[in-house]
């Protein structure tokens, strides 16, 4: 593992020993006259040639006035010099005839009409090689970030969690709880109630009928409007829920048909209707037109009288969504 200390402002010195090394940055060449003008070349090697031929390390082949092998750069004692290779109109820095000039930083290079400012890198870098101890306190470091970023993670996630509350629907044909998030109504307070509302149904589907009572007691104090529940509490102090309740569990014993139990027959449909109506709700909720269309036409096809509540809520839903 390497560290770097670069940047704007003072310089920091390298530490001595073993360790530490110096990166060096080579010098460039740009071009500011001649075909080639606005060009950059890096010194990239210890000594460079410039010239008319191909051969050269820079060379500028469409300029008459510089010669095939015209002048050359190289390093010498931590320092760049130039030198003229015998040139027909000759080398001049800064207006002076070149021979091992030294370059400084911004000097500007003749090669007959061609003109080159040299410039010296502008930064600098030194590297050091860790040692062991440096390395392994790095490592923890990592791994410490690390740890913060998935506790940070988890904590959003139960923040989230708990700012998007879900309500627990009973779906009496497979006789599982389905979770699904909660969908405001206009009263602001529709989805507390429909939750009692459910709760209600599921206690009631028990055998739990008290519980049950309760749950819909409870929807009609959050909401009295709430035209079901307010149903299914009267029908269950008339005694219609529990007393069809009790024709389920002895259905398997043969009974005359009667207007009683033609009135359960009536309740047990209702109650499907009503479990239709709810899956229509919830695909409605998850942006799901098409089935949730499906199920509250499923509702008017089993109650099939217009003067029913149900019925009218059911038709509203059908015919808003078209």
Same mark, same amino acid.
């Given at each position: 593992?390497?560290?770097?200390?670069?940047?704007?402002?003072k310089?920091?010195?390298?530490?001595?020993? *073993?360790?530490?090394?110096?990166?060096?940055?080579?010098p460039?060449?740009?071009v500011?006259?001649?075909?080639?003008?606005?060009?950059?070349?890096?010194?990239?090697k210890?000594?460079?040639?410039?010239?008319?031929?191909?051969?050269? #390390?820079?060379?500028?082949?469409?300029?008459?006035?510089?010669?095939?092998?015209?002048?050359?750069i190289y390093?010498k004692?931590?320092?760049w010099?130039?030198?003229?290779?015998?040139?027909?109109?000759?080398t001049?820095?800064?207006?002076r005839?070149?021979?091992?000039?030294e370059?400084k930083d911004?000097?500007?290079?003749?090669?007959?009409n061609?003109?080159?400012?040299?410039?010296?890198?502008r930064?600098s870098?030194?590297?050091r090689?860790?040692?062991?101890?440096e390395?392994?306190?790095q490592?923890y470091?990592?791994v410490?970030?690390?740890?913060?970023?998935?506790?940070?993670?988890?904590?959003?996630?139960l923040?989230?969690?708990?700012?998007n509350p879900?309500?627990?629907r009973y779906?009496?044909? #497979?006789?599982?709880l389905?979770y699904v998030?909660?969908v405001?109504e206009?009263?602001g307070?529709?989805?507390?109630? *429909?939750?009692?509302?459910?709760r209600?149904?599921s206690?009631?589907?028990?055998?739990?009928?008290?519980?049950?009572?309760?749950?819909?007691?409870?929807?009609?104090k959050?909401?009295?409007?709430?035209?079901?529940?307010?149903?299914?509490?009267?029908?269950? *102090?008339d005694?219609?829920?529990?007393?069809?309740?009790r024709?389920?569990?002895?259905s398997?014993?043969?009974?005359?048909?009667?207007?009683?139990e033609?009135?359960?027959?009536?309740?047990?449909?209702? *109650?499907?209707?009503?479990?239709?109506?709810?899956?229509?709700?919830?695909?409605?909720a998850?942006?799901?037109?098409?089935?949730?269309?499906?199920?509250?036409?499923?509702?008017?096809?089993?109650? #099939?009288?217009p003067?029913?509540?149900?019925?009218?809520?059911?038709?509203?839903k059908v015919?808003k969504?078209?």
């Amino acid at each position: 593992m390497f560290e770097r200390f670069s940047g704007k402002g003072k310089r920091r010195e390298p530490a001595g020993g *073993e360790n530490t090394m110096l990166l060096r940055v080579s010098p460039c060449l740009y071009v500011l006259s001649g075909r080639k003008k606005g060009k950059k070349y890096k010194v990239e090697k210890e000594s460079i040639s410039i010239g008319r031929e191909k051969s050269n #390390d820079i060379s500028f082949e469409n300029e008459s006035s510089v010669s095939g092998s015209h002048a050359r750069i190289y390093r010498k004692e931590g320092a760049w010099y130039i030198s003229d290779a015998g040139s027909s109109n000759g080398t001049l820095v800064d207006g002076r005839k070149a021979g091992d000039t030294e370059l400084k930083d911004g000097a500007v290079i003749e090669l007959g009409n061609v003109r080159l400012r040299y410039e010296e890198a502008r930064s600098s870098a030194v590297w050091r090689l860790y040692d062991r101890d440096e390395g392994r306190k790095q490592s923890y470091r990592i791994v410490m970030l690390a740890v913060f970023l998935v506790i940070v993670v988890a904590v959003i996630y139960l923040l989230s969690s708990v700012s998007n509350p879900k309500v627990v629907r009973y779906d009496s044909d #497979d006789t599982c709880l389905h979770y699904v998030p909660v969908v405001e109504e206009e009263t602001g307070v529709g989805d507390t109630a *429909e939750s009692h509302y459910i709760r209600g149904m599921s206690e009631y589907n028990r055998g739990n009928f008290k519980a049950a009572g309760t749950c819909w007691s409870e929807a009609l104090k959050i909401k009295p409007g709430h035209e079901r529940a307010g149903a299914k509490l009267k029908m269950l *102090e008339d005694g219609m829920l529990e007393s069809n309740k009790r024709r389920i569990v002895s259905s398997k014993t043969k009974k005359k048909t009667s207007a009683k139990e033609v009135s359960a027959d009536k309740i047990k449909k209702h *109650e499907t209707a009503e479990l239709y109506y709810r899956k229509g709700r919830v695909f409605h909720a998850a942006n799901d037109v098409k089935k949730a269309v499906y199920y509250w036409k499923k509702v008017l096809k089993i109650i #099939d009288d217009p003067e029913d509540e149900l019925y009218r809520q059911a038709l509203e839903k059908v015919n808003k969504t078209k």
